[in-house]
């Protein structure tokens, strides 16, 4: 049998395949959002709070020159591997560069649920690696002398997009207050958090089955990229993991993290600076293949490498 979670994804993916009226209302999808967003920074704050220290600054620095390579590495195997054109290329690598917070949020549950130890500033790595990669994938895209607007504004746009200012307010918020200031919240954002990822990933699986039949002809390189991109990227993530010492649950989550696709913050920035890109693609790939691979079995994957390559 399948976790919970991952049944409820499963259930609106039948929902999605077989056409079922099944539906969450556009307002019930940004509450949910909004309260996963807002969980995952306040958890990770009160995680944080009393735990600072100078050691976390290597690990900040390696995660963010993380963000900022692997677009270049998406990019570059996109354009001579994938053979798709220079701006969906730059699309696709900002998609791939940047992170999933619902991977994210499934990844934490794993950890838990497997009782995988987690370090303090974990949803940290989540916060540093959503904003680098839309930034070298609009770079790359104003290099072949597309993309409208500044740089400036498109950076703007990305830092303060909802997801990461409820994910950085949270943060802020649980490390200043930690978890006795925070204490008369938690009933809402954390003791609820497993429902409404719950019914995050019943929409996901929806929006899933909607893009899956999205498919055209000539998708199978992208298909391939999307398949074979995030345990590779992962395989990247838990190298950094071991060297940076990190615990168990948290050379997962950085793994996942390494894995997963955008399919929120930077679809929103590329609709507007990426003009001649195709964003449905991305989402195909992003939400219709790489999203249910990690899910379903990436996630799995991961800890088991990770288990295997802590014995050396």
Same mark, same amino acid.
């Given at each position: 049998?399948?976790?919970?979670?991952?049944?409820?994804?499963?259930?609106?993916?039948?929902?999605?395949?077989?056409?079922?009226?099944? !539906?969450?209302?556009?307002?019930?999808? /940004?509450?949910?959002?909004?309260?996963?967003?807002?969980?995952?920074?306040?958890?990770?704050?009160?995680? =944080?709070?009393?735990?600072?220290?100078?050691?976390?600054?290597?690990?900040?620095?390696?995660?963010?020159?993380?963000?900022?390579?692997?677009?270049?590495?998406?990019?570059?195997?996109?354009?001579?591997?994938?053979?798709?054109?220079?701006? #969906?290329?730059?699309?696709?690598?900002?998609? &791939?560069?940047?992170?999933?917070?619902?991977?994210?949020?499934?990844? =934490?549950? &794993?950890? /838990?649920?497997? #009782?995988? =130890?987690?370090?303090?500033?974990?949803?940290?790595?989540? *916060?540093?690696?959503?904003?680098?990669?839309?930034?070298?994938?609009?770079?790359? &895209?104003? &290099?072949?002398?597309? !993309?409208?607007?500044?740089?400036?504004?498109?950076?703007?746009?990305? *830092?303060?997009?909802?997801?990461?200012?409820?994910?950085?307010?949270?943060? +802020?918020?649980?490390?200043?207050?930690?978890?006795?200031?925070?204490?008369?919240?938690?009933?809402?954002?954390?003791?609820?958090? %497993?429902?409404?990822?719950?019914?995050?990933? +019943?929409? !996901?699986?929806?929006?899933?089955?909607?893009?899956?039949?999205?498919?055209?002809?000539?998708?199978?390189?992208?298909?391939?990229?999307?398949?074979?991109?995030?345990?590779?990227?992962?395989?990247?993530?838990?190298?950094?993991?071991?060297?940076?010492?990190? %615990?168990?649950?948290?050379?997962?989550?950085?793994?996942?993290?390494?894995?997963?696709?955008?399919?929120?913050?930077?679809?929103?920035?590329?609709?507007?600076?990426?003009?001649?890109? #195709?964003?449905?693609?991305?989402?195909? !790939?992003?939400?219709?293949?790489?999203?249910?691979?990690?899910?379903?079995?990436?996630?799995?994957?991961?800890?088991?490498?990770?288990?295997?390559?802590?014995?050396?």
């Amino acid at each position: 049998m399948p976790d919970i979670l991952i049944a409820f994804f499963l259930l609106g993916l039948l929902a999605g395949l077989i056409r079922s009226d099944l !539906a969450l209302s556009g307002g019930a999808h /940004d509450l949910i959002g909004i309260m996963l967003m807002m969980a995952i920074g306040l958890k990770g704050g009160m995680a =944080m709070s009393g735990q600072l220290h100078p050691d976390m600054l290597l690990t900040v620095l390696t995660v963010l020159a993380l963000g900022f390579t692997v677009p270049l590495l998406c990019y570059a195997a996109l354009r001579s591997l994938a053979r798709i054109d220079g701006a #969906n290329s730059a699309s696709l690598a900002a998609h &791939y560069g940047s992170v999933s917070a619902g991977t994210f949020a499934i990844a =934490m549950a &794993y950890a /838990d649920h497997h #009782n995988l =130890m987690l370090s303090p500033d974990t949803t940290l790595h989540l *916060v540093l690696l959503e904003v680098p990669a839309i930034i070298v994938g609009v770079l790359l &895209y104003k &290099y072949q002398g597309g !993309a409208t607007g500044t740089t400036a504004s498109v950076v703007r746009e990305a *830092v303060t997009g909802r997801g990461v200012v409820l994910m950085i307010g949270g943060l +802020l918020l649980g490390l200043f207050y930690g978890e006795a200031g925070a204490g008369k919240i938690a009933p809402l954002f954390i003791a609820l958090f %497993p429902g409404f990822l719950a019914l995050f990933l +019943l929409e !996901a699986g929806i929006s899933t089955a909607k893009y899956l039949r999205e498919w055209r002809p000539g998708y199978w390189r992208l298909v391939g990229f999307a398949l074979l991109a995030p345990p590779l990227l992962a395989l990247i993530g838990l190298a950094a993991a071991l060297m940076l010492d990190l %615990p168990a649950g948290s050379a997962v989550v950085l793994a996942t993290l390494m894995a997963s696709a955008s399919y929120i913050a930077a679809p929103a920035a590329v609709r507007h600076a990426m003009p001649q890109a #195709n964003v449905g693609m991305a989402l195909f !790939a992003a939400l219709g293949v790489t999203f249910p691979f990690n899910v379903l079995v990436g996630i799995p994957l991961y800890n088991a490498a990770f288990q295997w390559l802590a014995r050396f």
